[in-house]
């Protein structure tokens, strides 16, 4: 089974912007759809986005598509969140998820990253 390792996490201001990587070891990514997802304690896990196999469609969270950006490039095996214009209630530990059964809701998940905690300052 591949293992992903998320990294980029880390603390920002307010109206900044931080880039999360999810790397692949272990396996290959091109044959799976891939996922963002955040966590707080005592909260559910909710979904982000999700990237098809290609790159070419994303579906994200209406609560952040206007901000982030799912992306991904195979060759490297590594998918990318891009997030902009953070804002405290950001605050969240971000993990990345692999399906190859991926929905676009972000159901049917096979493999989960460890996560990168992202904290957003006032």
């Known amino acids: 089974q591949v293992q992903l390792v998320e990294s980029g996490g880390g603390l920002v201001q307010a109206g900044g912007s931080l880039r999360l990587s999810c790397a692949a070891s272990g396996g290959t990514l091109s044959n799976s759809r891939m996922a963002w997802f955040r966590h707080a304690p005592v909260k559910e896990r909710d979904f982000v986005a999700v990237?098809?196999?290609?790159?070419?469609?994303?579906y994200y969270a209406d609560s952040v598509k206007d901000r982030i950006t799912i992306s991904r490039d195979n060759a490297q095996n590594t998918v990318y969140l891009q997030m902009n214009i953070l804002r405290p209630e950001d605050t969240d530990v971000y993990y990345c998820?692999?399906?190859?059964?991926?929905?676009?809701?972000?159901?049917?998940?096979?493999?989960w990253g460890q996560g990168t905690q992202v904290t957003v300052s006032s």
């Open positions: 998820a692999a399906g190859q059964g991926l929905s676009n809701s972000g159901s049917n998940i096979d493999s």
């Open positions: 990237i098809t196999i290609s790159g070419r469609s994303t």
